[in-house]
T-cell receptor
């Protein structure tokens, strides 16, 4: 079956530091890949997505590149802010099964001023 | 456009009590989902509905039932609550635009405590 593995957290960074959150996946076929973000007390919301190999998703300064050869979709940001403190979820959709997505366990990011 | 709404926001139950969590979406999406979120375990799919009139079990369906009342509404029922069902419950809906991936939209969650 499909699975998503994220780097374990929590991650604590100082403001303006570089962020990487690793994500690798196992799936049949050609899945779409996503990063969702969950701010405290809220539901998840889409951060960025990519649909095929070598696609780069980007939003709010975050980027992730779909790497089929390493089955990875690592999230990066060059300079984090306190407002980026949240839980980040990597996910995939295999585009076949009623739109079901498989989520990683989430990585908690705390950015300190 | 409210997106995905859930009621109630917070609920305390005693073991053995029943309740229904309500979810509605106004985006005309076909697919809807119920997840539970527990510390260190990410999101686990309870049930989903690919279209009005259909429902299917997800990863952790035991102890729950669902109803897809119409295209907008998808409810989750706990018939006899247990402390193991203490969790945060999220409803989601999804759409697949032409040529694009299926993207999920989440409600704000219901925090349930079973004593």
């Amino acid at each position: 079956g499909n699975s998503v593995t994220q780097m374990e957290g929590p991650v604590t960074l100082s403001e303006e530091a570089f962020l990487t959150i690793n994500c690798t996946y196992t799936a049949t076929g050609y899945p779409s890949l996503f990063w969702y973000v969950q701010y405290p007390g809220e539901g998840l919301q889409l951060l960025l997505k990519a649909t095929k190999a070598d696609d780069k998703g980007s939003n709010k300064g975050f980027e992730a590149t779909y790497r089929k050869e390493t089955t990875s979709f690592h999230l990066e940001k060059g300079s984090v802010q306190v407002s980026d403190s949240a839980v980040y979820f990597c996910a995939l959709s295999d585009n076949t099964n009623a739109g079901k997505s498989t989520f990683g366990d989430g990585t908690t990011l705390t950015v300190k001023p | 456009n409210a997106g995905v709404t859930q009621t109630p926001k917070f609920q305390v139950l005693k073991t053995g009590q029943s309740m229904t969590l309500q979810c509605a979406q106004d985006m005309n999406h076909n697919s809807m989902y119920w997840y539970r979120q527990d510390p260190g375990m990410g999101l686990r799919l309870i049930y989903y509905s690919a279209s009005e009139g259909t429902t299917d079990k997800g990863e952790v369906p035991n102890g729950y039932n669902v109803s897809r009342l119409n295209k907008r509404e998808f409810s989750l029922r706990l018939e006899s609550a247990a402390p193991s069902q203490t969790s945060v419950y999220f409803c989601a809906s999804s759409e697949k635009l032409a040529g694009g991936p299926e993207t999920q939209y989440f409600g704000p969650g219901t925090r349930l405590l079973v004593l």
